[in-house]
């Protein structure tokens, strides 16, 4: 059972334009969610989170917006780069899961194509 | 700040060998994970320690892989025998239970069993 899900496996877009990557869950228990970024042969690597009880986290380029009535949150990227070009991870923590502690449950990803 | 250090980075072995894979976390972090990435499943935790004891390894596949921590500084993921099934990247990261929930992930290291 995937609670965290990323529905489109790529996206690509062209550079200079906005990127929008998509992310939902089903576990209501979520309260803290997490964009990673992999590059080939790398490791994921954190690039801006927020809490639930915000609705927008901006960090330059980088916004995300949680809309928890829909379970659903997205990562805005403008203008959009070719170093952009990563494969994007979206992740979801629950304090008060069992066993939550700062445990994070990985959707599948969604690769990122930025053209010039 | 060296990051997290895994090795090794390749693993190429034959369907029925033990394969040891290592990890070095962060220094001061208290919690270090094991992931495994496939096409299909994306990223699956395996396990995870907090201050070196294993609270959850419900992702683990099966009895053939097995984890330790012995020290805070220190983890190893072991699978005995290995079969070609389990070919795949597998990353550690480790964080600070600080409330940011953030994890810090190795590089991976790329296991084929042939």
């Known amino acids: 059972d995937q609670q965290v899900k990323q529905n489109s496996p790529s996206l690509s877009v062209q550079e200079g334009r906005i990127s929008i990557l998509n992310c939902d869950y089903t576990?209501?228990?979520?309260?803290?969610f997490l964009w990673y970024k992999k590059y080939p042969a790398e490791g994921p690597t954190f690039l801006i989170s927020?809490?639930?009880?915000?609705d927008k986290n901006e960090d330059g380029r980088f916004t995300v917006f949680l809309n928890k009535s829909a379970k659903h949150l997205s990562l805005h990227i403008v203008p959009s780069q070719p170093g952009d070009s990563a494969v994007y991870f979206c992740?979801?923590?629950?304090?008060?899961?069992?066993?939550?502690?700062?445990?994070?449950?990985f959707g599948t990803g969604t690769q990122l194509k930025v053209e010039l | 700040d060296a990051g997290v250090i895994q090795s090794p980075r390749h693993e190429v072995t034959e369907m029925g060998q033990e394969v040891t894979l290592r990890c070095k976390p962060i220094?001061?972090?208290?919690?270090l994970f094991w992931y495994r990435q496939t096409m299909m499943r994306g990223l699956e935790l395996l396990i995870y320690?907090?201050?070196?004891?294993?609270?959850?390894d419900s992702g683990m596949p099966e009895d053939r892989f097995s984890a330790k921590m012995p020290n805070a500084s220190f983890s190893t993921l072991k699978i005995q025998p290995s079969e070609p099934r389990d070919s795949a990247v597998y990353f550690c990261?480790?964080?600070?239970?600080?409330?940011?929930?953030?994890?810090?992930f190795g590089p991976g290291t790329r296991l084929t069993v042939l």
């Open positions: 576990n209501s228990m979520f309260d803290y």
């Open positions: 927020i809490s639930s009880i915000k």
């Open positions: 992740a979801a923590s629950g304090r008060g899961l069992t066993g939550g502690g700062n445990k994070l449950t």
């Open positions: 220094s001061g972090h208290n919690s």
């Open positions: 990261a480790s964080s600070l239970d600080d409330g940011t929930d953030t994890q810090y």
């Open positions: 320690f907090n201050n070196n004891v294993p609270i959850d």
